[in-house]
C-alpha cells in the first residue's frame, strides 16, 4: 500500500471512529427529526462521514464520492434518504441541479469545488 492511500485509508477510519463516538455519546443523530421539549420539531443532520475531498464528481460514478454528495443533498431535502445510495443517478442529478441553481451555481449536475463548497458551507 503506498503512502497516499494509508492516508486515506487512515483519515477515513479516524471520521468513523469519531462519528461512531458520537453516536455512541448521543451526540449525533441520524436523518429522522426529534421534538424539542417544548412539542416544537427539532431537525437532526446525519454526519455525512463518506468522503472528505472535493473531486469533481459526475452522473454515472458511484462511490464515496458520491454518496457523500447525496448525503448533502439529503441534509438539505434535496434529495429523500432513500436514494442515498452510492450511485449517480437521474434523482442525484436532478437534486444537484435544482441546488446549484438556488445557490446561485452553473446548474450543470456536476459537482464541482464550487459546488462542494457550497454544501458543506451555505
Known amino acids: 500500500m503506498n503512502t497516499n492511500a494509508l492516508s486515506r485509508a487512515l483519515t477515513r477510519t479516524a471520521v468513523l471512529a469519531a462519528s461512531a463516538g458520537l453516536l455512541t455519546a448521543g451526540l449525533l443523530t441520524g436523518p429522522a427529526s426529534a421534538t424539542g421539549s ?3 420539531r427539532v431537525d ?13 464528481t459526475v452522473y454515472g460514478q458511484r462511490g464515496d464520492r458520491v454518496s457523500q454528495v447525496q ?3 439529503a441534509n438539505r431535502r434535496y434529495l429523500h434518504w432513500g436514494d442515498v445510495t452510492g450511485y449517480f443517478g437521474p434523482k442525484t442529478l436532478a437534486a444537484v441541479k435544482k441546488f446549484q441553481s438556488r445557490h446561485h451555481l452553473t ?3 456536476k459537482v464541482d469545488k464550487k459546488t462542494w463548497h457550497a454544501l458543506y458551507y451555505a
Open 71 to 73: 448525503c448533502l443533498l
Open 107 to 109: 446548474a450543470n449536475g
Open 38 to 40: 417544548a412539542g416544537g
Open 44 to 56: 437532526t443532520l446525519a454526519a455525512c462521514a463518506y468522503y472528505n475531498g472535493r473531486a469533481l
